[in-house]
């Protein structure tokens, strides 16, 4: 260990389901408009687009179960999505072997300032700020790959005090998750601890302090987080 001049940051980690220990997380790359109806509801034709990515910061993930509501904004929507757990990476990555550097699967929500993220848009500027802010990105404990399949149908679905928002299927992701892999290794090296937040469906909308959100993905504990 060299000898930090400040104290040195922790590294952010995940519990693991049926674990003790922990998953260290490296990066957090996060797909955009993944999902037809969602591309439509945002004003863009689902058909033409390559993917496209964006960052969230490791220390945006969050397990408190509590989503306090961001500063400097008047409306945050929810975006549910299946977050892939990388446990091995490397560049130019085959579509065919992609799943062999999953880790595991878990269910997260990409918490957006909408009103941010579509002033940036405007002005041709960077995301981070309607992103990649403290709290971002709820998210439950990683279910590792051993314990199940892998994950590429199945209902997914957001819930707000009770009332179902956002419903989709795994199935109607326009890039899958080794698609995704193969096509973020061919711009980054990938590394063990990298999670991708693959894309939401359509439904996105606004959540208020006092709100209860209720993630749902087939074959997983929910995500429950409270706006406070
Ligand atoms: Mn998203």
Excluded at 126 to 145: C, H, N, Q, R, Y
Aim: hydrophobic share 40%.
């Amino acid at each position: 260990m060299p000898e930090f001049v400040i104290e040195a940051p922790q590294v952010p980690t995940l519990p693991v389901s049926g674990s003790s220990a922990v998953f260290p997380v490296r990066r957090v790359y996060c797909i955009g408009r993944n999902y037809a109806a969602h591309a439509v509801e945002m004003g863009h034709d689902p058909d033409k687009e390559a993917p496209f990515f964006f960052q969230k910061n490791p220390n945006n993930l969050s397990i408190s179960g509590s989503f306090p509501y961001p500063p400097k904004t008047e409306n945050v929507h929810h975006e549910i999505e299946l977050a892939v757990a990388l446990k091995s990476g490397g560049r130019n990555i085959p579509v065919d072997s992609a799943l062999d550097h999953v880790f595991g699967y878990a269910v997260a929500l990409d918490m957006t300032r909408r009103d941010l993220q579509g002033e940036a848009k405007k002005a041709g500027r960077p995301w981070e700020v309607g992103k990649a802010f403290e709290d971002s990105a709820p998210i439950t404990p990683l279910v590792p790959v051993a314990s199940g399949a892998h994950p590429d149908h199945g209902a997914i679905t957001l819930a707000v005090n009770g009332s179902v928002k956002q419903e989709g299927d795994l199935n109607q992701m326009i890039w899958k998750v080794p698609e995704m892999i193969s096509y973020l290794s061919d711009f980054f090296e990938l590394s063990a601890g990298d999670v991708i937040l693959t894309g939401t469906p359509s439904g996105v909308g606004p959540v208020e302090r006092g709100d209860r959100l209720e993630g749902r993905i087939d074959g997983f504990d929910p995500l429950n987080v409270k706006v406070v």
